[in-house]
């Protein structure tokens, strides 16, 4: 038999090496690599042909069972979840500390407990007193939920297999889970993986919704082994600044319906309230004309949301460094458009100072935006308003071409519902307008009463911005 190999496994970010050092070489985190229990290994090679049990095969037109969806009671976290809880799903939901998360469930359980359904509420992290003070302020003592407060995975599964299986369960958190099992503290690697494997098989195996509230580290991703995100059916992400009143849940993953789909949340102070219309979050006092304010049509999931992008260019009279300071877009597309604009328009932001900021708190991770955020830089380095009625979309490649964007009839629409006269984007994208399954080119019918204004070039948005054209 050859000697076991030593492994050692980052509590960040689950990658594997086979010596201890004191920094991550995948995450970079220090002091996060833990020595796990080595597998015996074997010289000999296995013969696993024989000795297993036979397994059916099936055919893929074979009538399967409808996906029977169970609501929540809150209808921004049925939509972020694709139309509801699947009987059977294991949830994963990640977000920062103090942002929200058990708010949400405790909301979502007491939903389902007062719509009839048996909901159960574990918390690792609060003693029940603590959870019952959290939903006497949400006004929430009244909900038949039942609430215990254990990290033994064991006395868990012990206690659910005596009873029936409930309609929707959470778990607060998964790092505080321990499997006397597997060695190792609570919210290590092996302890992370096994506790989550047993209460994943015992929702499936029993039809149970189960949510497990996982912790995330500092630059935002769910802490522990990346294979727990493809262990579960679902991952969702709880975002926000705990400064600034709204919160969007955010879709990451789903084998059960779209992904990137987003709920929005207003915190008050009775608990999590829906934000039905998130545009008009998004749009501060658009109706005031200020130079570097652009309007842009994002698309999260199916959902169309007008978002207000800030534009600020600051000239500089010394030969100091120029800043480049951005908020809530990415910094390299920033200077890649900066480039562009300089290259193919001949704007100088060479001896200016720039800082871009999305409205809101909102992130945005939408190629659209290009032309916004150009039409933004140029309003703002001209000290020229733009319109107060227009929205702008679309993708600017390197060569200064404004290319087709998917969805352009669900952007169109929403800002038609808002009052938006005018649209300024690709040619294929405006002038069809419809675009219903969000193709490029797609022909459909234009949006009533909205103006398409063709851009296939950025010299032709500088032109329109700066000329007035």
Known sequence: MAKPKRRFTCSACGGVTNRWQGQCAD??????????????VFSAKHDLTSGGRLISFEPLDRPGEALLRRSTGIAEFDRALGGGLVPGSAILMGGDPGIGKSTLLLQAAAKVALAGGEAIYISGEEAPGQVRLRADRLGLAAAPIRLAASTSVRDILTTLGNMEPPAFLVIDSIQCMHSDQIEGAPGTVSQVRGCAFELIRYAKDNGVAMVLVGHVTKDGSIAGPRVLEHMVDVVMSFEGERSHQYRILRNLKNRFGPVDEIGVFAMAGAGLEEVSNPSMLFLSGHDNPVPGSAVFPAIEGTRPVLIEIQALIVRLQSGATPRRAVVGWDNGRLAMLLAVLEARCGLNFSACEVYLNVAGGYRLADPAADVAVAAALISALADKPLPT??????????AGEIRPVAHGGLRLREAAKLGFAQANGPDEATSTGGGAKGKPGAKGQAVPGMRHNRLSLLPNLVDRIVGGE
Do not use: K, M, Q, R
């Open 389 to 398: 009625d227009a929205i702008w979309f679309g993708e600017v490649s390197l």
């Open 27 to 40: 995450c970079g985190e220090w002091n996060t690599l833990a020595e796990e229990a080595p597998l015996t």
